[in-house]
């Protein structure tokens, strides 16, 4: 079963507006969270990552956040560009070793 | 330039006739590992290896070989596939030196597999 959910397949926002992409888990052992975007016929890039000891880490115009007690996390891209459109992975840890991957979002951003 | 190499890219093959896919990063990456995409599930990790001859199963890893003898090189040996093991896969690498090194995984393009 997966421990990682991304529930929405899709999202499609205007330029310059707010992206909010959703990442659900279900391992309370997960301690660590990672945000991958992948491009077609590339394969994935780290974006960004938080720490179970985090509520909150920024990066430039990507802020995710974790909400540990609602096990939660979401992944803010502000303001959102065309080149922002990707399909979006999170990712979850407990011991960096092994990873379980959600099943992704796929980001358009409209000019 | 930092890369994860994978080859071949596209591969068409048979039911049960033996594959190898190829991965090799030049970063001195200590930590690898294969993952496959499928629609609907995401990436599932198949096996991973901590250091030169310590290899470990992810979660999905029946069906699968890996051996790791050199540090640059993955390789991901299919010894009988079947048509569920088409689809996309991908190796990946990382530093696991540093804080912050461990977090982060670099891909290979991917091999899009096909059995018949």
Same mark, same amino acid.
């Given at each position: 079963?997966?421990?990682?959910?991304?529930?929405?397949?899709?999202?499609?926002?205007?330029?310059?507006?707010?992206?909010?992409?959703?990442?659900?888990?279900?391992?309370?052992?997960?301690?660590?969270?990672?945000?991958?975007?992948?491009? #077609?016929?590339?394969?994935?890039?780290?974006?960004?990552?938080? =720490?179970?000891?985090?509520? %909150?880490?920024?990066? /430039?115009?990507? *802020?995710?956040?974790?909400?540990?007690?609602?096990?939660?996390?979401?992944?803010?891209?502000?303001?959102?560009? #065309?080149?922002?459109?990707?399909?979006?992975?999170?990712?979850? =840890?407990?011991?960096?070793? %092994?990873?379980?991957? /959600?099943?992704? *979002?796929?980001?358009?951003?409209?000019? | 330039?930092?890369?994860?190499?994978?080859?071949?890219?596209?591969?068409?093959?048979?039911?049960?006739?033996?594959?190898?896919?190829?991965?090799?990063?030049?970063?001195?990456?200590?930590?690898?590992?294969?993952?496959?995409?499928?629609?609907?599930?995401?990436?599932?990790?198949?096996?991973?290896?901590?250091?030169?001859?310590?290899?470990?199963?992810?979660?999905?890893?029946?069906?699968?070989?890996?051996?790791?003898?050199?540090?640059?090189?993955?390789?991901?040996?299919?010894?009988?596939?079947?048509?569920?093991?088409?689809?996309?896969?991908?190796?990946?690498?990382?530093?696991?030196?540093?804080?912050?090194?461990?977090?982060?995984?670099?891909?290979?393009?991917?091999?899009?597999?096909?059995?018949?």
């Amino acid at each position: 079963d997966q421990q990682v959910k991304q529930n929405s397949p899709s999202l499609s926002v205007q330029e310059g507006r707010i992206s909010i992409l959703n990442c659900d888990y279900t391992n309370s052992m997960f301690d660590y969270f990672l945000w991958y975007k992948k491009y #077609p016929a590339e394969g994935p890039t780290f974006l960004i990552s938080i =720490s179970s000891i985090k509520d %909150k880490n920024e990066d /430039g115009r990507f *802020t995710v956040f974790l909400n540990k007690s609602a096990k939660h996390l979401s992944l803010h891209i502000v303001p959102s560009q #065309p080149g922002d459109s990707a399909v979006y992975f999170c990712a979850a =840890s407990a011991d960096f070793n %092994k990873f379980d991957f /959600g099943s992704g *979002t796929k980001l358009n951003v409209k000019p | 330039e930092a890369q994860v190499t994978q080859n071949p890219r596209y591969l068409i093959t048979v039911t049960g006739k033996k594959l190898t896919v190829t991965c090799s990063q030049n970063m001195n990456h200590e930590y690898m590992s294969w993952y496959r995409q499928d629609p609907g599930l995401g990436l599932r990790q198949i096996y991973y290896s901590m250091n030169v001859e310590v290899t470990d199963k992810g979660d999905v890893p029946e069906g699968y070989k890996v051996s790791r003898k050199e540090k640059r090189n993955f390789p991901l040996i299919l010894e009988s596939p079947s048509p569920n093991q088409t689809s996309l896969y991908f190796c990946a690498s990382s530093s696991r030196t540093g804080v912050l090194a461990k977090n982060i995984q670099y891909f290979g393009a991917g091999t899009r597999l096909s059995v018949l």
